[in-house]
């Protein structure tokens, strides 16, 4: 048993888990996998439909641009939707829905398919083709998913913008992706008020020239203004004969580009992240079915927003492609009270619960005799995303929520990975804080500044060494920008951002973000996107970002930030300044504190030295001061 030899507090997994998992020896899975990494790849590939086979698994002539399954021939939707129309999943449920309100929508996977189609054929009819991109910007509503899988279906490539950001980072992602058509909705439910989401697109648009069509999803009915000429209902638009209930799908190679998702990086603007059909169906499907053990009687929820990664590959696709009954809510975990999710865990059975540590610990505030009233019996995997979970945190979950019988699988992965990377599954022995093991096929390492392995225990850069099928392709119409900031620190590793430690039994403890990328409520932000909003107002010359441990989000946002000359530094400034960074960026990017400087410590580059304003602002000695300018 290499349970007894492992160090430190340890969770192991029970019999009645264990009778469950699809495997139960997942080291033989991992060690098979390490022997034959194509091998592993093709047999979770031949689960999965193909219009033609593949030629090779994978083509590494190209490092770092891989491919997978060339020449394969398949669609991503076909697999999430036509594969299981044709079987009894006909009649399952593929999505069940609540509102904030509380009303209750449901599509069986026929039905899923059938809204599918129909709006494919709207896309179509408006000049949609395949290679088009197509930007969302909706709330939680099935309309979102709908619109998402449409595109795929005509094979046009989607970007789904968070209902969560605003004017100007709309803007920047219709602008870069230069989206034919923008999908939105009027408004989103948000504790009980509304998000003017097609008003904010509006500003956005005004900034934005591409985009020929609007289509306006009706969510709360709030008055709208109308464009002439460019704006158009969904609802009428799906009521008329152009609306068909066929659609020809279109038919992909398995390296045509799926999606694109922005999202933050080192430097400058947020990048586009660019996943396929094929490599990502597969990486995507294959994680879901071992790691939350997906079996068909399952009610899964994933408690992310569709307009993270995390909603793509585990709301939307991975999911579908396993012919699950998937959960969505639309609003806040607290609304109207703090047993909203407890009290919708009885209501609708579900199995497997997926969230982030910052969920967690602010649901813990409000204390167990919320979960408590309810009958969380139903529940047998719990599932951990977005930022390391303190071990404080972990236990709470595992005791009071999943009654310690639920095992918690604390996946780390990101953007650019599309599927879990450091996952358990629930026949792994857990620690609480650590996401365990590479996923089978993965090979990673922690590495010191020289790119040689650091030793146990001792932290350094987190890299992975192999590739993988739902690894990123390249940044969106940048390629070089992905070769640079990805593959040039350490020869022949992918740069993951991340600093890590393994342990003596080779487990990873995820420590944050080593580079200008600030995690706040698990949400992946900037420090450039930031400052920028910043200095985007009139009153201020230049703007530094850091941020700050924080009880309950991870991380809080800290500015600093030098006036122009002339401009009084006042209390209402700094309101005003907050307010302008929500209406510019999105109110999750709202600084926590803004200060007033007279100047910022930098090298003499010029570029800002934001350690050495976090080391000041956590009472520490900065190290290594040779860079800086003063
Ligand atoms: C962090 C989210 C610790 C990490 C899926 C990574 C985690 C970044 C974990 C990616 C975890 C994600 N433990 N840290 N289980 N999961 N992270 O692109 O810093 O929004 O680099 O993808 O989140 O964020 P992204």
Known sequence: MPDKSLSGE???????????????????????????????????????????????????????????????????????????????????????????????????????????????????????????????????????????????????????????????????????????????????????????????????????????????????????????????????????????????IEVMDAEDPLFILYTSGTTGKPKAILHTHGGYMVGTYSTLKYVFDIHDEDRYWCAADPG????????????????????????????????????????????????????????????????????????????????????????????VIGKGRCPIMDTWWQTETGMFMITPTPAVTLKPGSGTRPFPGVKMDVLDEEGKPAGVNEEGFLVIKTPWPAMMRTIYRDPERYKAQYWSKFPGAYLTGDSARKDEDGYYWVIGRVDDVIKVSG???????????????????????????HDVKGNAIHTFVIVKAGVEKSEKLIEELRAHVAHEMGPIAKPDSIQFVDSLPKTRSGKIMRRVLKARALGQEPKDLTTLEE
């Open 308 to 399: 993270w990664i995390t909603g793509h590959s585990y709301i939307v696709y991975g999911p579908l492609l396993n012919g699950t009954t998937s959960f969505m809510y639309e609003g806040a975990p607290t609304y109207p009270y703090p047993n909203r999710w407890w009290q919708m865990i009885e209501k609708y059975g579900i199995n497997v619960l997926y969230t982030a540590p910052t969920a967690i610990r602010g649901l813990m505030r409000f204390g167990e005799a919320w979960p408590n009233r309810h009958d969380l019996s139903s529940l047998r995997i719990l599932g951990s995303v977005g930022e390391p979970i303190n071990p404080e945190a972990w236990k709470w979950y595992h005791r």
């Open 10 to 248: 340890v969770f192991i997994p029970s019999d009645e888990v264990l009778r469950h998992v699809h495997v139960r020896d997942w080291d033989k899975l991992i060690g098979e996998a390490e022997k034959d990494l194509e091998g592993f790849w093709s047999r979770e590939a031949h689960e999965l439909h193909w219009f033609e086979h593949w030629d090779k698994v994978l083509d590494d002539s190209h490092k770092p641009f891989f491919k997978w399954f060339t020449n394969g021939k398949t669609n991503i939707v076909y697999n999430c939707l036509d594969r299981h129309t044709q079987t009894a999943r006909r009649n399952k449920l593929a999505l069940m829905w609540e509102g904030e309100k509380g009303e209750f929508r449901s599509f069986s996977y026929f039905a899923l398919k059938r809204e599918t189609c129909r709006f494919a054929n709207v896309l179509r009819s408006l000049g949609v083709q395949k290679g088009d991109r197509v930007t969302l910007y909706m709330g939680r509503i099935p309309e979102l998913m709908i619109g998402m899988l449409a595109c795929a279906r005509i094979g046009a490539i989607h970007s789904v913008v968070y209902g969560g950001f605003t004017v100007e980072a709309l803007h920047e992602r219709l602008e870069d992706s230069q989206s034919k058509v923008l999908i939105v909705a009027d408004g989103a439910y948000q504790r009980g008020k509304i998000v003017p989401l097609k008003a904010i697109a509006d500003e956005a648009l005004q900034r934005a020239a591409t985009v020929e069509s609007v289509l306006v999803v009706k969510r709360t009915g709030e008055a709208v203004n109308m464009e002439s000429g460019r704006d158009m209902w969904y609802h009428e638009l799906m009521a008329l004969p152009i609306a068909g209930m066929q659609c020809h």
């Open 523 to 549: 949400y992946r932000l900037g420090t450039a996107e930031i400052e920028s909003a910043l200095v985007s107002h009139h009153a201020i010359a230049e703007a530094a970002a850091i941020g700050l441990p």
